[in-house]
């Protein structure tokens, strides 16, 4: 009988540091990079998830809140005291607040920029001076489709997004001498703990069930479905790994087909 085969280690012998790890991409990429081999430091704020994933897959959880940088300092020498080395970094912590830019508050503005692009900031300026002086490692942050085509009602959402685009583009300009790679992924639909309260939010504005606005949003999508969280980890480890050894500055779709997520706001 033949032998099963198993996941490849690309990762074996390497560190990586994962932020938003709780749940949803952030929690799939602890899954996949550990399956593949690497030493996964989980980070995020909801400590008994955290701790939940970390328990399930073998990794270390670090309590950390990415609008804090002394918070994120503190975790990223923790790491490195554990570790001595991270080879990937992995920005998958956000939020998503609905609003509009003739009616968004400055604190749901401030808020929404705080977590998704400067908190992928403080990460990235506090792991790369280390990639950086041993000319290597990785970064992949996750953005979203949305920061190149948004709907109403992500104004905040949309403008950090586009912001960790931009940043990463930067980034892999100023890091690439040093073969530091860095990269984004812009995920579509992904049934994560963030969509279901994007689905609530949207099936009460329509005045329809959060099914009807699941299958309106799904009628968007040519592969006619959401993502799993595993199918973005699975393209976050691809950018993270040897196998994309030339691939920097890139912004990879994973949309499913779909002409923007924010798309299926404009019924």
Known sequence: MLNQPTMAQRFAGKVALVSGAASGIGAAAVQRLRAEGAQVVAVGLQGD??????????????????TDDGQVKAAVA?????????????????????DDAASITDDAWMRT?????????RLMRAVLPEMVARNSGSVVNVASVAAFNAGAGMASYAASKAAVVALTRSAATSCGPSGVRVNALCPGWVRTPMSER??????????????????????RIALG????PMEMATACAFLASDDASFVNGAVLVADGGARTPAAARAH
């Open 198 to 219: 994007e689905l609530h939010d949207m099936a009460r504005a329509w005045g329809v069930t959060e099914a009807e606005a699941e299958q309106r949003t799904v009628a």
């Open 78 to 98: 923790q790491a490195l005291l554990l570790h001595g080395r991270l080879d990937v970094l992995v920005n998958a912590a956000g939020i998503v607040l609905n």
């Open 113 to 121: 920029l705080d977590v998704n692009a400067t908190g992928t900031m």
């Open 225 to 228: 479905r959401m993502a799993g």
């Open 49 to 66: 998830l955290l701790t939940q994933v970390a328990a399930d897959w073998g990794a270390t959880a670090l309590l950390c809140d990415v």
